[in-house]
């Protein structure tokens, strides 16, 4: 993994100072009880998760979107998590506890992507949990609605 | 019983009430399906958290920029803190959350502010220490926009919030009002419910009382009851009937009628039975039933009658009443009216011989002054002129003569003595002063004894005896009696034949009897005469001039049947031939 980051830094090096910066940067965060206690993960790691992509309404949208992330059991599961409930905060202090029951019942992903386009800071990116509300009734309800965290850049297992 | 004033109401009553319980049970189900789909939070309903995490992005990019001033923050941390304020921005433009904006009013202002990030962004990017103050400037709007609109979407959720609220109460009100009604309606039902189930049961037990003293009159009757449905299998059998017919009810009911008795499957029962089940009512008197291990039957009256219920028969009822004792005093009196009619008769008949005895000796007495004065008179004319002719020759007479004379008269005399014997004998039969002792004797005997005696009294008469293959020729019988019949029929035949013309005696005979037949070659007698012959005092049309008492025949008739025979008159053929019936001596069984 080290090795194959490396040869990839060295490949990209030549691209431009900015996106070799994007990449290296630690897009997320995992504390609590996971395998090392700490995970600092870049947008590179992120993305070598399986992708998955689901289309759903949002309650702050109009119209359906189609949204590419991983999905969040994909993430505890790489990291050995052991707990049950995730604390997940975003970057404006905004933290709710989600049961990890959530990610094990629903195709619950954290999205990179809208629409085909990467989520940014300056709107709900880098980083969204989404649920798919459309495909189940028991998610259009407002005590599942609060656990779509956006600019999300921290989980804590507990 | 009479709850209700008339039956019809005691039915719409419920229906109506069955109406409306549907009615305003629909009613109240759509409201609560409406309040069930109201209650929905929407989350442009959350404008006022939305509205404060806007301020708070404004206020921290603010502080953020002041602490930059003072060179306590970098650039990053000013990027960081604009993002999150540029993307508050961005929330509030998307589409729900832009119409809340729009619907308080605040849609222009908003337009403008996101226009003024836009000149914002480049004194981000370009910030440099001292230069925070115009950037504050250029924020303030900000943070004011945001206390506005939170306080107008506090008023605004609150408005729509009380609004929700009083259409909810509304509806719950409604429905509330509806359960009242559903409540009244269903206490009416169950009141109706009670009320009817009560009047059931009443009817029921009535109906069970009714059917119940049914039963009892059925078990407690004393006539055998026992009905049958249209296949002949049998549904009631009452205890006097099992008593009759001797069968318990569980032997009997549920099973083919013919099979319970042979007595159902006689003829005339099995067509009551018929004409029952159609329809039509009969009766059978005197029927011999013979129970089960009774020798002596039972005589019972039978009723059939169809059992009806409306226009359709359902079976036949059968009533059996036992009339053994009435059929009995039937039977007796019967039996007494014949006794009493064989009594009359016999009476009648013994009224009648007497009657006959008595005309008899009318007729006796009359035949035989007759008789006598015909008879008798002349042997005594023969007499007295014999006499008076002996006297007129007197002593010119010659012995010879005399003897002639003397004897013609004594032949007179002797006539005239035969003559009262023979009529002496009659009157002592009469008297019944003549009983016949009868012992073993041979016929062929008497016979031979019989015959002599006539040859010498009458030697100008050829008498012929035979005798058939008859076997033993002994008869059982009174010997003097027979020898006197014999007598008669002989003098009878000798009497009324022609001079010189045999007389046959011929003895024959079956498995019982000997018959002794005694033929003359006279002339037939004509069909009156031979009807009458055996009557006393009775003379054929062939007896004129010839003496005799018509006492003969009659005597040996009565003589013969004394002894258990017969004397007849043989019909037809040449002459004329009488025969004596005798039994024969059969030995004692020992």
């Known amino acids: ?158 | 019983m009479k709850r209700f004033a008339t039956p019809r109401l005691g039915l719409i009553l419920p229906m109506i009430a069955v109406l409306v319980f549907t009615v305003l049970l629909l009613f109240s189900l759509i409201r609560m399906v409406e309040v069930q789909n109201a209650m929905r939070v929407e989350a442009e309903q959350n404008m006022l958290w939305v509205f404060h995490q806007s301020e708070v992005a404004a206020l921290r990019l603010t502080e953020t920029i002041a602490l930059a001033d003072l060179g306590h923050a970098g650039t990053d941390d000013l990027a960081l803190r604009f993002d999150m304020l540029t993307s508050r921005i961005a929330l509030l433009n998307d589409g729900p959350q832009r119409r809340f904006v729009e619907q308080i009013g605040f849609g222009a202002d908003l337009t403008a502010l996101t226009r003024s990030l836009s000149e914002i962004a480049p004194m981000i990017d370009n910030f440099t220490p001292g230069s925070g103050a115009r950037l504050r400037d250029a924020l303030a709007p900000f943070a004011r926009f945001f206390g506005r609109a939170a306080n107008m979407a506090m008023i605004a959720e609150w408005n729509e919030l009380g609004g929700r609220l009083e259409t909810y109460r509304y509806q719950l009100r409604q429905t509330i009002a509806s359960l009242i009604g559903i409540m009244g309606a269903g206490g009416i039902l169950t009141v109706t419910l009670v009320l009817s189930l009560r009047q059931s049961r009443q009817r029921n037990r009535l109906l069970q009382q009714e059917r119940d003293f049914s039963g009892l009159l059925i078990s407690s009757s004393g006539e055998g009851i026992l009905a049958v449905d249209h296949d002949g299998r049998c549904t009631l059998w009452n205890g006097a009937m099992a008593a009759m017919v001797g069968k318990p009810p569980e032997q009997a009911v549920g099973r083919m009628l013919a099979e319970v008795a042979g007595f159902f499957d006689v003829v005339t029962v099995r067509q009551g039975i018929k004409r029952a089940l159609g329809g039509e009512t009969s009766q059978l008197t005197f029927q011999p039933l013979f129970a089960g291990d009774c020798d002596r039957p039972l005589y019972v009256d039978l009723r059939f009658f169809p059992m009806r219920n409306g226009g359709a028969i359902l079976g036949a009822i059968l009533f059996i009443h036992d009339a053994s004792d009435r059929h009995a005093a039937q039977q007796k009196d019967a039996q007494d009216r014949d006794r009493l009619e064989e009594l009359v008769s016999e009476r009648t008949r013994d009224l009648d011989n007497a009657l006959q005895r008595e005309r008899s000796a009318a007729d006796l007495y009359r035949n035989f002054a007759a008789m006598v004065s015909h008879q008798f008179r002349t042997p005594l004319a023969v007499a007295d002129s014999a006499l008076q002719r002996l006297i007129r020759r007197g002593p010119r007479a010659d012995p010879n003569e005399v003897a002639e004379r003397a004897g013609r008269a004594r032949g007179a005399i002797a006539g005239l003595t035969r003559l009262v014997e023979s009529t002496l004998d009659a009157a002592r039969l009469d008297a019944g002063q003549i009983g016949a002792r009868r012992v073993k004797c041979d016929l062929a005997e008497i016979i031979q004894t019989v015959c002599a005696r006539r040859r010498d009294a009458a030697p100008d008469r050829p008498i012929k005896v035979r005798q058939a293959t008859v076997g033993q020729t002994t008869a059982f019988c009174d010997p003097a009696h027979a020898e006197q019949v014999l007598e008669n029929l002989l003098s009878n035949a000798d009497k009324y034949a022609a001079p010189k013309t045999p007389v046959s005696v011929m003895l024959l005979g079956d498995g019982e009897s000997l018959f002794c037949d005694v033929r003359n070659a006279g002339p037939s007698m004509d069909d009156q005469d031979r009807q009458q012959i055996f009557e006393r005092n009775f003379r054929g049309a062939n007896s004129v001039g010839i003496t005799g008492t018509g006492i003969g025949l009659f005597m040996a008739r009565n003589l013969a049947r004394m002894q258990g025979g017969d004397v007849t008159l043989q019909p037809g053929g040449e002459g004329v031939t009488f025969r004596l019936i005798l039994p024969r001596f059969t030995e004692p069984q020992s």
């Open chain 1, 1 to 158: 993994m080290r090795m194959r980051t490396g040869a990839l830094m060295a490949g990209l090096m030549l691209v431009g100072g900015a996106a070799l910066a994007d990449r290296n940067d630690v897009m997320l965060q995992v504390t609590g009880q996971i395998a090392g206690g700490v995970a600092a993960l870049t947008r590179d790691a992120l993305h070598a998760l399986p992708s998955v992509t689901i289309e759903t309404s949002t309650v702050v949208t109009d119209g359906v979107h189609s949204f590419t992330g991983f999905l969040m059991r994909d993430l505890l599961d790489h990291l050995g998590a052991e707990g049950d409930r995730v604390t997940a905060i975003a970057m404006n202090d905004y933290a709710v506890d989600i049961p990890i029951a959530d990610f094990y019942d629903y195709d619950v992903i954290v999205a990179y992507d809208m629409g085909g386009e990467a989520l940014t800071r300056d709107d709900k990116g880098p980083l969204w949990i989404v649920y798919p509300r459309d495909d189940h009734d028991a998610l259009q309800d407002i005590r599942f609605d609060y656990r779509w965290v956006w600019q999300l850049y921290r989980l804590d297992v507990q």
